[in-house]
């Protein structure tokens, strides 16, 4: 238990405004906003990649949706001075 530390990027002396809720609704939320124009991607890349787009568009909006609500919680860290 030593080795134990935050995560990359993170900050690093907990207080009232570091909160892992934060990241989680955050998380949860680009989830659901992906989930939402999952169809419409679909559509567009059916014509293109064929019976692909399905699993193509679940793996890239999955990934895209990491990517932004990590960038979203540092854009916010940034904002209340965390960081």
Wanted: aromatic letters at 6%.
């Amino acid at each position: 238990m030593a080795e134990v530390r935050n995560l990359p990027s993170r900050a690093t002396t907990p207080g009232k405004r570091t909160s892992p809720w934060k990241e989680r609704i955050v998380l949860i939320t680009c989830l659901v906003g992906a989930w939402q124009i999952s169809d419409e991607v679909i559509v567009a890349l059916d014509p293109h990649i064929g019976w692909w787009a399905k699993p193509a568009t679940v793996i890239g909006l999955s990934l895209l949706a990491l990517v932004v609500a990590n960038q979203l919680i540092l854009f916010i860290e940034k904002l209340q001075g965390i960081r």
